[in-house]
């Protein structure tokens, strides 16, 4: 299938008495198309989660597949290969790079993986179109406001062919209308086709995925099942 | 707040007469909501014949002893667990949270949790209205109300879920006489 899936994931650190328990048989399937929301709290497993969806890191025991094919079972290269051409990560400190301009930054994973020069900007071009930065896309970093730049790593992340979107609070310090503006991409870039995972401890944010899981002490406890019949809940006729 | 539930939560710890009842309903909710005892005893007696409590002993006067009963046990649990059919005012759901700490053998954090998963899903709701009047800012601006206080009740039960954890790592803390007073200290902010 198309997405990730992991299968009975545990993930432990450390050994003996400090040995730590980040993940605990952890199954779950996120299809091509859905945004899934992570939430816990602070030392439940989140971002251990998305780490090993996105192969960062490996499982100390179950299955990881990406796209259908198991992980463990590529060889380091093809590992490599996948993480750069398939997922597209955003992370809390963005990692743009400063000396870069917004197109550049965008354009790089793409020329480091053998696009040419031209079409490598071609494409980050109409990626930075999509996020509404096109006419930004000549300024440095250090030139743009927070929403802008989180923009632009988000623009990074699903430029070129990449279907797999992993998000870790990917709207850090932003105010709310900022923050709802980078989740309506995500959740847009999702509906598009890509499996996007995203890990926050906020809930207005978690609310703009299809799906919440709820992490406790490495486990998945719960998960919601989205109402139907919204449409009264404006009008106070009844409730979902 | 339903009386018939938190009568027979209080009678979940053991048996009790109507008086020390009505006493103990006031003061866990901080004595912000007076009970007459008529109120008392026509509720036990529905519990009665529901088969939810059982009297002990033939008293019939004012010493009559209440316990509960397997089926009122159950029904205390479903209680605590099913979330409110409305959306809860906060008041409801910290005395549904503060009743939940007294009742033995109660998973509090499952509580918690079926209360944050249904809070939840309700901002999922009101996030999908938002997403789809995205030109509309009135809907916008209704549904924000809504999502702001709803995020604020899920802190609170995160508060509340580290709270619980952070006692039940201390097990030498007398616990029964802190809830006491933070039931007395939390029902006046809130109302």
Not at chain 1, 198 to 225: E, K, M, N, P
Not at chain 2, 7 to 16: C, D, F, N, Q, V
Not at chain 2, 37 to 44: D, K, M, N, R
Not at chain 2, 46 to 64: F, S
Request: aromatic share 4%; glycine share 8%; charged share 25%.
């Amino acid at each position: 299938m198309q997405g990730i899936e992991l299968e009975g994931v545990s993930k432990t650190f450390g050994a003996d008495e400090g040995e730590v328990h980040a993940l605990r048989d952890v199954s779950l399937t996120i299809s091509a198309g859905e945004l899934v929301a992570v939430m816990g709290a602070s030392g439940s497993g989140k971002s251990t989660l998305l780490t090993i969806a996105g192969s960062l890191e490996e499982p100390t025991n179950g299955t990881v597949r990406i796209h259908g094919r198991d992980v463990s079972s590529m060889s380091k290269n093809e590992r490599a290969r996948l993480r750069r051409q398939s997922i597209g990560y955003v992370f809390q400190d963005l990692n743009l790079l400063a000396g870069l301009t917004a197109a550049e930054n965008v354009s790089l994973p793409l020329e480091l993986d053998g696009m040419g020069l031209k079409e490598a900007r071609r494409t980050a071009m109409a990626a930075l179109e999509r996020m509404g930065m096109s006419e930004r896309a000549d300024r440095f970093p250090d030139q743009l406001s927070g929403g802008e730049r989180q923009r632009v790593a988000i623009a990074r992340a699903v430029v070129g062919q990449r279907d797999v979107l992993l998000a870790d609070e990917p709207t850090g310090a932003l105010d709310s209308v900022n923050g709802e503006a980078v989740m309506r991409i995500l959740r847009a870039a999702c509906q598009d086709g890509v499996a996007g995972v995203v890990v926050t401890h906020d809930a207005q944010l978690a609310s703009w995925a299809h799906r919440v899981i709820f992490l406790r002490d490495g486990r998945i406890v719960d998960q919601t099942v989205p109402p139907a019949g919204v449409e009264s809940l404006l009008t106070g006729d009844g409730q979902p | 707040m339903s009386v018939r539930h938190a009568l027979l939560a209080l009678l979940s710890e053991g048996p009790k007469i109507g008086l020390k009842l009505r006493d103990e309903f006031e003061q866990r909710t901080g004595d912000v909501w007076p009970l007459n005892v008529g109120q008392v005893y026509t509720t036990l007696q529905r519990l009665e014949r529901d088969g939810l409590i059982e009297a002990n002993g033939d008293d019939d006067g004012p010493q009559k002893d209440y316990r509960i009963t397997d089926a009122g046990r159950l029904e205390v649990d479903e209680w605590l667990h099913t979330p409110p059919s409305v959306i809860p005012p906060r008041d409801e759901l910290v005395i549904k949270v503060l009743v939940a700490l007294g009742v033995p053998g109660v998973d509090v954090p499952a509580v918690l949790q079926s209360h944050r998963r249904r809070l939840v899903e309700l901002m999922q709701a009101y996030t999908t209205l938002k997403e789809d009047a995205v030109d509309d800012m009135r809907v916008a601006l209704v549904v924000d109300a809504e999502l702001f206080r709803l995020d604020a009740l899920i802190r609170w039960l995160d508060s509340a879920d580290a709270r619980v954890r952070a006692m039940a790592n201390a097990p030498t803390t007398d616990t029964s006489t802190q809830t006491s007073l933070v039931t007395r200290r939390t029902i006046r902010v809130v109302t």
